[in-house]
């Protein structure tokens, strides 16, 4: 696999060990370069990966404390009047403690803020539920005007942050806390509102999104066979298209998210399902709860059935 | 008294060694600097609950609304009774209720609470609604000071001051630095009493490692007939320890072999 190194001067990172924060981060840094307008919008969590950019930018280096709200408003704020900022906090703070804000200082007037959400999912498996976000593509889809991106690995979350920034109106990344496996090689990896075939299969499509979770499913249908598996990084808008191809032709899909199967990818693409191509449809996700046990990430996954393992037992209790 | 309140203190910065050697890690600055506060409430007689009965009527309400400072606040529940020392072994561990943020599967939790700003809206209205019923139930909130960046915090403090919640008291732990580093270079808060006095709460300004100090204040409130308190209890981030006084390094981290025996010869011995 092609080093992102190799992809761009001053870049340098391992995908395999690199989160797509971190990714986010340095894509931000280059902008920031390339680009004067660039702003960091922070609240109090700039060491989060976030140090390089106030080392070297510290003028555009926008701390507001611990205060999301005004962070998120500012952000609007600065993008109106000419900036370009990235607002760089954990998901759950952005979409939902300052959530009107991201959708009428954002969203309405279309401010070109990409919302950069760290600690997605259930990664931050030890912290507890206060600080899980397994609602914020629930929350995010249901804003007009916002893009919706959770990428599959730190090469595509660093193209991502590129493609967000280039669409220059509201975007929502959802980044996740863990390394994990590399699924892309530099330049190929993204498009906003394609989603990508990365195996093809007659019998069933999986689609899915996200840090780890996509290349876990890659590794469930590797065992379960003739199924085909959708990277679907653009969550809203999604790619309908593709979707209803995919599933015009195998006749049965299955979606796998880390977020509550109500209101994230799975949700989406029965949306699309019901109205263009019904087929049979099974929604793999975490369940409409709080998560209040702890554990490290893998065993978060095994526990809700997102590894492989759990994917591919899954998929064979539905379709037996 | 004084002496044995400064040995439980001593007890609560161990534990929170070893939490945060023995697990992922802890936020040891944080956790180090709200001690002498925890004590003060739990070992001094001033907070009315019962271990054996955490859900009792009328009792006092703790929020600690700094949730991140966890394992000081487990090690004081535990220590208090409300659940087993034994079980601070379980810190962060899989399958263990005590994860990096309190919930109330935890005895004693009133909240759960880490995501900064919650903790005063809500105890706003534990005490309104204590005063409704005529209950005897003071509600004591501790922030960080980082926390008070918040505006939901300004929010409860002006409707505090509204509704005459004298039976309300929040406790600042103002260790002066919060995560990205010093407070007043972050996003200042200063004047901060003044803040405080502005939004009508009976304000004091008290050395927050001094439990003689704490304990006289926390006896005595409210300090004022029909105004909410403000306890500004000035601090040191990562107190007791050479390596985590006063830096935001220690904010959060995982303490090593040799630093968990270092810090526990600080602390005075093994244990
Ligand atoms: C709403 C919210 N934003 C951000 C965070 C991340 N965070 C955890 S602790 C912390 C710093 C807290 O500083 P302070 O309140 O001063 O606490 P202390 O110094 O006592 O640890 C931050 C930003 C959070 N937990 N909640």
Redo the contacts between chains.
Sequence with gaps: MTALADLREGVRFDPATTTAFEACRLAQLDLAREDPRVVSV?A????CWGLEFRERMPDRFL????????AVGAAAGLAMGGKRPFLNTFG??ALM?AAEQVRLDICYHRAPVVIAGMFTGIA?G??????HAIEDVSVARALPNLTVIAPADAVQAYDATRAAFAHNAPVYLRLGVEPGPQVYDAHESFEIGRGRVLREGSRLTIVTCGVTIVPEVLKAAERLGDVEVIDMPTIKPIDRELLVRSASRTGRVVTVEEHSTIGGLGSAVAEVLAEHAPVPLRRIGLPDAFV?????YA?QLRRFELDAEGVERQVRAWVS | MVNDLAERARTLRKHVVHLAAD??GAHVGGSMSVVEILTTLYFDGVLRVDPADPARPGRDRLIFSK?HSSAAYYAALAEAGFFPVSELDTY??????L?????T?VPGVEL??????HGLPVGVGLAMAAQAQGLPSRVFVIVGD??C???SVWEAAMAAAHYQLDNLVVIVDRNGI???GP?EE??ALEPFADKWRAFGWATVEVDGHDVGELSNVLHEVPLTWSRPTAIIAKTVKGKGLSFSENT?AW?YGHLSADLKQQALQELGGAS
């Design positions: 922070e109090d969590l700039g060491d701390d507001f404390g611990i205060a999301e709200a005004s759950t703070f403690r931050a030890f912290s507890g539920p206060t600080h209040k046990e702890i554990g490290d065993e | 697990s992922p949730g962060k561990k899989t399958g263990s209720r994860a990096g943020h309190p919930h599967g759960a609470t880490g995501s900064l700003g980082g926390e960046q918040e505006g919060q995560e990205d407070t972050i996003m935001n904010h």
